[in-house]
């Protein structure tokens, strides 16, 4: 089998989830390639080879929207090189690439996946579907490549099998009208504090928290934890926080080793994106909140009164 | 500009559903609600649309049913709809929903299609770009802010670490996510005015396409389930139970 996965480059390197997809290939097939959109660099065609990258089909990219001509670029790339199976994440420049791809080609795509099992010929994806209630299995049953999108945080990132990779640069194609578009700003949500996807602790906040001043107390906590912020999608469509900070199916999905759900419902588009922590602990003042179904410590009670009375015990034993 | 917008009907995300284990099929009610995200997509349509002295069509794919929430988005100002409805279509994936979108696009002129990020029961997430492709527009994704001057659209565009800003002339395809806008209330004369505008119900044959797809469910089954842990009322000393547990997990 020959898989390969697309891999965007983000802010200079490889994106993070790039790298889970890589780690999950090299235990799929003996010399993965890597289908890379985006300046390149030495240093990140090196951090590919150090997770087993055999192979780099490097597509520049330019100041336009990638996806249309990136798609093209990929198309004739996999019509060249036959790849049995193409991995994507699940985030935006990838779900561009993998739909139109799927498009030009005439092939559908799996998304949702948080597995890929090839059994001889047979590949098969599994996916959480309705907010992770039910699993479902569905395998291709038509020609090559199959397209998959796979979630972030499915497979862990393992450095393994270093490479030396060949590093073969394809040019993007013109590709009309439909690759028009135009990117021209680019803003850098700054961040302070631990970075979501990698955070030990992640402290989040629900509507529950009743107003934006409210924030103060979960930013507090997250400070005195050493905690990432987090926040539901109904905070952010509030305009409390940035988007940057949602987690949740149209967000970030996380698996720290706490989560502390503050003034959080537990509505199946945020579980999504939490329910695989190691320990969460929930705080909303509705005892019938589906998060208390979740999670291995539920206080029912008024948040804004609970976590006063925390910070103030984590600050005294500082 | 005439502007387009896919919308979805979708059982109430409140009264949980799920795959038949047996047909692998969704069973459908026949109320099925507007999928919350596609009201996003319709306000920007109409803001679009009102600048431009142009219109709205929504374009369906799914059972019919009773219309219910094609009839609120038509209420919200929305000027026609157009419901594809197929036996053949019961179980479709993204592409073969793409396919007979496109076909049902193309059938007029459209300056811009919108579409929602991804539906809130299926959640592919690649019917839109896959739409983009057919159609041969730009596909400017993930927008969180639309405006339009002199027939450019522009977008602010969510990435992983904050947002770009991305432009593209008509016609244009483009994904919103729901908070972008804050959707109208229908009013009372738009709901009663929803009841006379035109829906045209069609099926395959009136679109001359019969879409095929490659994929197909093998299995089913239910989620393992996480066990539920401990759930205490606040007496005013709860919060030392938190700190018991972020002490047992190491944290602190």
Redesign the interface.
Known sequence: MKVWVFIEE??GEP?PIGLELLTKARALTEAPAVAYLGNGSDEAFAQLGSYGAATIYHIPTNDH?P??AG?AALATLAETYDPDVIMFG???TD??????L???MG??????GIDVLIDGESV?VTS???G????????????TPHLV?LRPKSFPAEPGGQTTPTVETVGLPDV??????????????EREGPQLEDA??VVSAGRGMGSAENLSLTQRLAEL?EAAQGAT?AV??AGWV???LQIG??G?IVKP??Y?ACGISGA??HAVGM?DS????A?NKD?EAPI???????????VN??LP??IE??EA?K | MNVAVCTKQIPD?AA????DAETHFLERPTDQILDDTDRYGVEMGLQVAEQTDGSVTLVSMGPAGSLQGIRQALAMGAAKAIVIEDPALQGA???TT?QVLAAAIKREEFDVVIAG??S???????????????L???????A?HLEQEDGTI?IQ?????????????T??LVTV???VVEPRYPTFKGIMGAKKKPIDVIGLGDLGVSPT???????????PE?A???????D?E??????Q??EQ?K??
């Not at chain 1, 779900?95 to 139109?100: C, H, I």
């Not at chain 2, 709860?238 to 700190?243: F, G, M, N, V, W």
């Open positions: 983000s802010q994106a929207l996806s249309a798609a699940l985030t935006p779900r561009d690439v993998a739909g139109r799927s498009a030009r092939l559908p795509v799996i998304s949702n098969t959480e579907i309705f992770g209630s039910q699993i479902v299995e569905t395998a291709f049953t038509g020609k999108v009309g009208h439909a690759g028009a578009a135009i990117v021209t700003e680019s803003h850098v949500e030990s602790v934890l999608r952010v469509d940035p988007y940057s199916q149209t970030k080793d706490v502390i199946m588009q329910k190691k320990v969460i602990i705080i005892e208390f179904a979740l999670c291995d410590l539920g206080i029912v009670g008024d009164k609970v009375k925390l015990a984590l034993r | 995300p949980p559903y799920q795959l994936d993204s592409w793409a990020t991804e809130t029961d299926g959640s592919a997430g690649v019917l839109p770009q896959q739409l983009a492709e057919l041969g527009v730009p596909s400017l994704t993930f969180k522009r565009r969510q990435t992983g670490y904050g947002y770009d800003v991305v432009e593209s002339p016609p244009v996510t729901s908070g797809t490659t994929q197909k469910i093998v299995e089913v089954r239910p989620a996480r539920s842990g401990e759930v205490i009322e606040d005013g709860a919060y030392q139970r938190i700190l547990i972020l997990a944290v602190i």
